[in-house]
């Protein structure tokens, strides 16, 4: 038996189906599955039926693969391979002999022909009307195997008579109070999905609520059959449109997923309640290195994609974002617009990068100094990531252009920042955006010593700032709290501030206070003001000097063109003046 499976099944086509593989000479390489790394060490010869990794030293014939990979024992990959290649084996009873996880799986299937029945029974009219309000077909609750959990406590226990306690337990079909030790079913009153593996075994189920009850989903726990952190939801009814496709769409629940599916979108997994793991990394390389990411576009769906694709960009995925209109999950957009309309998204989506300070660009005011950096600390962590260093450099010209930068210094800064993975920016890109000589930022030093290291000096300086004085800078916001602060009478302390401005102006005040210096006098903080005021009229100059080089004034022609020039000599008198002190 064993020796009929083994010359059935090709080695390449099985591994094939785990990870892509490229030809080298006779044999075949890929990235290894089972160590991290980034030059490729797997080997398989599929003359000899063997493969060997040179970097972690595993290997073996085509079991040995399975056994690795799926955390299969010998018996459970013979009856995979033999159900491939449609070799019957006999079948085993349950015993001593039987793994832990096969009996988990064996529950578990047990558990979903009883869920299904529960749906199209009377028990489950509820959860059919709900299904049939979210636009899910009788064959999509077919192809998906959704069932039920009806209410009460002890439905599904009742049903598994027979079956060890313990080993329901062990499946997380059942939960155990601590109080009285009395166990009870898991999942109550939910419409259920069932997780496959790639083999088609049913390794674990996630609940939706009917109600308002709480939690919205809940996920069968981690079991020798199932980890969050492994899996993904519908990756089997995906994996072949993904191979076909050259890429996966990334959501973020089982309804976006079954929607897309049904509105004929077939490449599209979802994550399973947690977040993006290395685990799901080696899971989508056996078909691609390319994934469009579309989670919800609210504020826990921005969280969710930067934390995805932290995990994705380190792996070397090409990783994209598709936008859709705010409040619309994928689920919704597709039932309300169509599968085109989703097409086309997907057809728009962009490079992360991009998506990112484009998505950044629009929060901020990238005329202003201040912003720019802000902008820039917040994509370099994401370009840092990127494995493909050939990626990372293109990303610089279109980085430049978004954030308006255009001064071949800080261009050149950008691209060292990029080639050495900086995830912050230095003291000379800093520099170099602030206007070269450093001016603005020693003033912005200055003043806040001054603000901070006598009542009298800030007392006065408050008196004589004004919002527009600060324009572009992150002092803004700082004096902003500082005000009040004063205005409530409470103690002006750096820990204070800190917990009531930006990360950047927190991180820019600390280092400022960490670096020793004399106290600043009324005179130096009056001399801080004129220089901030002085480089905030100089950006406007060099403004108006661009549009008058470029021709692009306004549609007044002549007169618009002379009321440039005299705003421009304007703005250079007060600049000197300003520089003399008058």
Same mark, same amino acid.
């Given at each position: 038996?064993?020796?009929?499976v ?6 390449r086509?099985v ?5 892509p ?7 075949f390489r ?7 790394e ?5 080997y ?5 039926q ?11 014939d085509v079991?040995?693969?399975l056994m690795?990979y *799926?955390?299969?024992?010998f ?7 033999a ?6 084996i006999?079948?085993?009873?349950s015993? @001593?002999?039987?793994?832990e996880?096969?009996a988990?799986?064996s529950?578990?299937?047990?558990a979903l022909g009883?869920?299904r ?5 009377p028990?489950?009219?509820? %959860?059919?009307?709900y ?9 999509t609750?077919?192809?998906?195997q ?5 209410p ?12 060890q306690?313990s ?15 009395r166990?009870?079913?898991?999942f109550r009153?939910?419409?259920m999905?069932p ?5 088609? *075994? ?7 609520v ?10 069968s726990p981690?079991t ?10 519908a ?13 996966a769409?990334?959501v ?10 049904q509105a004929?979108?077939?490449?599209v ?21 390319r994934v469009?990411v579309?989670?919800d ?16 960009l *380190?792996?070397?995925?090409?990783v994209q ?5 705010q ?36 929060r901020?005011d990238?005329?202003?100094? %201040?912003d720019?950096v802000?902008?820039?600390?917040e ?7 990127m494995?493909?260093p050939v990626?990372?450099a293109? &990303? ?13 210094l ?19 890109l ?8 450093g001016e ?7 003043l806040?010593?001054a603000?901070?290291?006598?009542? *009298?000096v800030? &007392? ?5 700032l004004?919002?527009?004085?600060l ?7 700082v ?7 004063a205005? %409530? ?5 750096y @820990? ?9 102006a927190?991180?820019?005040m600390?280092r400022?206070?960490?670096?020793p210096h ?8 009056r ?8 480089g ?8 108006i ?23 421009k000599?304007?703005?250079?008198r ?9």
């Open positions: 038996m064993v020796e009929s083994r010359a059935a099944a090709d080695l086509s591994i094939s189906d785990y990870m593989l490229k030809k080298s000479g006779v044999k890929g990235l290894c599955p089972f160590h991290q980034k030059t490729p060490s797997f398989v010869d599929a003359d000899k063997l493969f060997y990794c040179f970097g972690c030293q595993q290997g073996g079991f040995k693969f690795l *799926e955390k299969l024992e018996p459970e990959a013979l009856k995979l391979l159900g491939r290649y449609g070799i019957p006999p079948e085993k009873g015993g @001593p002999g039987r793994s996880r096969q988990v799986v529950i578990n299937r047990k009883w869920y029945e529960q749906l199209k029974g028990a489950g009219e509820k %959860a059919r009307r299904l049939e309000n979210r636009g899910i077909s009788g064959d609750i077919e192809r998906f959704i069932g039920f959990a009806p009460g406590w002890t439905g599904l226990k009742a049903q598994l008579t027979g079956v306690e080993l329901i337990l062990t499946a997380g079909l059942l939960a155990r109070k601590e109080e009285t030790g166990t009870y079913d898991r009153e939910r419409v999905f997780i496959l593996n790639l083999s088609d *075994e049913v390794i674990g189920f996630g609940g939706r009917l109600d308002a009850g709480e939690p919205k989903y809940l996920n981690d020798p059959a199932f980890s969050k952190g492994e899996n993904l939801f990756v089997g009814h995906a994996k072949e449109a993904i191979r076909r496709d050259g890429y769409i990334l973020e629940g089982y309804m976006d997923a079954i929607a897309l599916h004929g979108i077939a490449p997994v979802a994550t399973l309640g947690t977040g993006f793991t290395a685990g799901h990394v080696r899971l989508l390389k056996r078909f691609t290195e469009l579309n989670f576009p609210d504020a826990a769906g921005r969280t969710a994609t930067r934390r995805s694709l932290e995990v994705l *380190e792996h070397g995925f090409e974002v598709v936008a859709l209109p409040g619309k999950d994928p689920d919704a957009f597709v039932r309300e617009f169509g599968p085109e309309q989703y097409r086309a998204r997907l057809a728009g989506s962009l490079p992360y990068i991009e998506f990112l300070t484009r998505d950044v660009a629009g901020m990238v005329s202003r100094t %201040a720019k802000r902008a820039l600390n994509v370099l962590p994401f370009l840092a990531r494995d493909n990626r990372r293109g &990303q610089v010209e279109m980085i430049a252009s978004v954030l308006r930068i255009e001064d071949r800080v261009l050149q800064e950008l691209k060292s920042a990029v080639r050495d993975r900086r995830r912050l920016i230095g003291p000379g800093e520099k170099a955006i602030g206007g070269g000589n603005a930022s020693a003033a912005e030093a200055t806040l010593r603000l901070m290291d006598a009542t *009298e800030r &007392q006065t300086l408050l008196g004589e004004t919002e527009e004085d324009e572009g800078s992150w002092m803004g916001e004096v902003g709290a500082i005000r009040d602060l205005g %409530a009478g409470e103690e002006i302390t @820990p204070r501030l800190g917990s009531r401005v930006n990360t950047t927190r991180d820019m600390t400022i206070a960490a670096q004399p106290p600043a006098s009324l005179e130096e903080g001399g801080c003001l004129s220089a901030l005021r002085a905030r009229l100089r950006r406007e100059m060099t403004d000097q661009k549009r008058l080089e470029s021709g692009n004034e306004t549609a007044g022609g002549a007169a618009d063109t002379d009321s440039l020039l005299r705003r000599v304007d703005l250079k007060r600049i000197e003046a300003l520089q003399q002190g008058v």
